[in-house]
């Protein structure tokens, strides 16, 4: 069965740190770009990372650029976020998503799998 599984979601303090994992089964996870998206409450799903399959080339979004880190270990087939300096506005459910495309240049609507979500929640 093909599926992305993520975790490491959790309650976090402003300006700390949390790892977030994209684990894949029933594919080769090198083949592919995986991005990490979220969605706040009353918001649309939004684009944050996407790390390509070869060469561990990455982008991001204006919004976590700096802050977030998105890295991939085809060893154990699971894409990674670590978060770092996290803000109030970053709570969300966090999601990665395959890329069939092979560009992380595809539209949301393009991600053929996507996982269950993990909740962040950022709050003192």
């Known amino acids: 069965q093909v599926q992305l599984v993520e975790s490491g979601g959790d309650l976090v303090q402003p300006g700390g740190s949390l790892r977030l994992s994209c684990k894949a089964s029933g594919f080769i996870l090198d083949n592919y770009p995986i991005a990490w998206f979220r969605q706040a409450p009353g918001k649309e799903r939004e684009s944050l990372s996407c790390?390509?399959?070869?060469?561990?080339?990455?982008y991001y979004m204006e919004s976590v650029k700096g802050r977030f880190t998105i890295s991939r270990d085809n060893a154990k087939s699971t894409v990674y976020l670590q978060m770092t300096n996290v803000k109030p506005e970053d709570t969300a459910v966090y999601y990665c998503?395959?890329?069939?495309?092979?560009?992380?240049?595809?539209?949301?609507?393009?991600?053929?799998?996507w996982g269950q979500g993990t909740r962040v929640t950022v709050s003192s």
């Open positions: 998503a395959r890329d069939p495309t092979f560009s992380c240049l595809a539209g949301p609507w393009e991600y053929d799998v």
């Open positions: 790390i390509i399959r070869d060469d561990d080339t990455a």
